[in-house]
């Protein structure tokens, strides 16, 4: 069984910063890609970034220049600075076993951005 637990979301102003954890537990003889999503009230979950095993990244493009994915085995951390009231959202760690293609999610964090 794998569990996800994240951690670092709150309250800040337009232009702060926050740094969101995100640990992955349990079946650690597996692989996994981990990604950040995030989802916005009345809005879809959207990707905001990717870091594979090897350390291969991806961003969505208004988060770029700004947020910084990293990883240490299966612990990822996003760094999100200058960060705007359009980041405001709950955000989501998600573990994809790249041999079963399993799915697994976080219980999601708030950020909210507001001055």
């Known amino acids: 069984q794998v569990q996800i637990v994240e951690s670092g979301g709150g309250l800040v102003q337009p232009g702060g910063s926050l740094r969101l954890s995100c640990v992955v537990s349990?079946?650690?003889?597996?692989?996994?890609?981990i990604s950040w999503y995030r989802q916005a009230p009345g809005k879809q979950r959207e990707l905001v970034a990717a870091?594979?095993?090897?350390?291969t990244t991806n961003y969505r493009n208004s988060v770029k220049g700004r947020f910084t994915i990293s990883r240490d085995k299966n612990m990822v951390g996003l760094q999100m600075n200058s960060l705007e009231p359009e980041d405001t959202a709950v955000y989501f760690c998600?573990?994809?076993?790249?041999?079963?293609?399993?799915?697994?999610w976080g219980q999601g964090t708030q950020v909210t951005v507001s001055s």
């Open positions: 349990g079946d650690t003889n597996d692989t996994f890609a």
């Open positions: 998600n573990a994809r076993s790249i041999t079963t293609y399993a799915n697994y």
């Open positions: 870091i594979g095993s090897p350390g």
